[in-house]
């Protein structure tokens, strides 16, 4: 028998589906002509980056010249955020985020501390929600700009943002949002929420690495973060990632159109597993929204009395590949801060494994972890020295 491989880490990268690979193929070897050239030879690459920006404007209910493919997630926030900050510099320096955000916003607030912007940090509820009154109060004359996260990549949380745009655009303040795990995953509609900017990447919905997109709305004045040719209407040098571009229009088109049926699969799937969880596992504590304010396939869970990064490898060993705290963050030994944020003490906090699911996770997938995992954490608490003070304490022992 081969080693089971069962893959809940969608939230850290999806595969790229073999239909949108099949559409990108042509793109690496005939229709190489580069866009920027005036021969008819590329035309036909001219259309398909045309027919991607449709595709993810789309999505979003944007238009098309409204979407700019980046490199990526990452790149998109740095933009928003740094492109708008050097934008607005004589309007104000104060921008507004969330002490939970990706690291992708959260290091580009730091860097622009340095460099002159005072950031605010919204703490967030037990649940990992920010307040709609805390935004409001924190904008002042000076803020220029409010970030804040659509979903959360830890633990799920979809924050309020129709809400929060309808108070930044009120306030005439503008409003970006990282939408990386949100994208191809819940409704989003950037006229009905009013938001201003948004950044998405391809590798959370099944199409490839390395591409992203921020929209800008119409008549948004924001500074280039790549300087160079004039690529994307002049605001994002380098030569179009052609196949890239063509795999994200194609991911995301394919994405929205299953949407509705997948997300109530996963639901589903994750509840059975979170409940199997509770039940088998005693004093463990779920992370994050138990409602439907929660990403579909994400489920995140504290087990007291151990180290997730054992528990990884343990996991490992049986063929389930999961993370604990964010995955960016797995090289260093400090807790996840949005869990902190959430209020866990740092014990806990350690104790928290993420499992997401996605496209390929099955029933019997779930069936395999609720057999593995609670004989995983019985063994390893048995080994801790955190849980028999836990047991001391509640007088268990
Ligand atoms: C994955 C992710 C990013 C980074 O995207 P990359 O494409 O890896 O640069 C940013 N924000 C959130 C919420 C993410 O989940």
Request: aromatic fraction near 6%; charge should be negative.
């Amino acid at each position: 028998m081969s080693k089971k491989r069962v893959y809940m880490d969608y939230a850290a990268t999806t595969y790229t589906r073999s239909e949108v690979v099949e559409e990108m193929l042509p793109y690496f070897t005939e229709e190489f002509g580069n866009p920027s050239s005036l021969y008819s030879f590329s035309d036909n690459t001219k259309k398909a980056i045309d027919i991607a920006r449709e595709r993810v404007a789309k999505a979003i209910n944007a238009e098309k010249d409204e979407i700019y493919f980046t490199g990526g997630g990452s790149e998109a926030d740095n933009w928003a955020l740094k492109g708008i900050a050097l934008s607005r510099k004589n309007k104000g320096n104060h921008i507004i985020t969330t002490e939970i955000e990706h690291h992708a916003i959260l290091h580009t607030g730091k860097f622009l501390e340095k460099n002159g912007f005072e950031v605010t940090y919204l703490p967030v509820d037990e649940e990992g929600f920010v307040s709609v009154e805390d935004v409001k109060k924190a904008i002042t004359e000076k803020t220029i700009l409010v970030s804040i996260m659509f979903a959360n990549n830890e633990i799920g949380t979809i924050e309020p943002i129709k809400e929060i745009g309808k108070v930044c655009r009120e306030k005439k303040v503008l409003f970006h949002t990282d939408a990386v795990q949100a994208v191809g995953h819940v409704d989003i509609d950037v006229k009905d929420m009013n938001i201003d900017l948004l950044s998405l990447a391809g590798h959370k919905f099944y199409g490839p690495k390395g591409i992203g997109a921020l929209y800008i709305r119409r008549g948004i004045k924001i500074e280039n973060l790549i300087h160079g040719g004039a690529q994307e209407r002049g605001r994002r040098a380098s030569t179009e990632n052609i196949a890239s571009i063509v795999g994200i229009g194609k991911a995301i088109e394919l994405a929205i159109g299953e949407m509705d049926v997948e997300s109530k699969r996963l639901k589903n799937l994750r509840e059975k597993l979170v409940n199997g969880i509770m039940e088998k596992i005693p004093h463990t504590k779920l992370n994050g929204p138990s409602d439907d304010r929660r990403l579909p396939g994400n489920l995140d869970v504290s087990f007291i009395g151990i180290e997730g990064e054992t528990l990884l490898l343990d996991l490992d060993f049986a063929g389930i590949y999961a993370s604990t705290g964010s995955a960016c963050a797995s090289a260093s030994l400090d807790p996840s801060h949005v869990l902190l944020a959430i209020g866990l003490p740092h014990e806990t906090a350690h104790g928290s494994l993420r499992l997401t699911l996605g496209a390929k996770t099955t029933e019997e997938e779930v069936d395999y972890v609720l057999e593995t995992l609670p004989e995983i954490v019985r063994k390893r608490r048995e080994m801790s020295p955190l849980w028999e003070d836990f047991l001391k304490e509640k007088g268990e022992r």
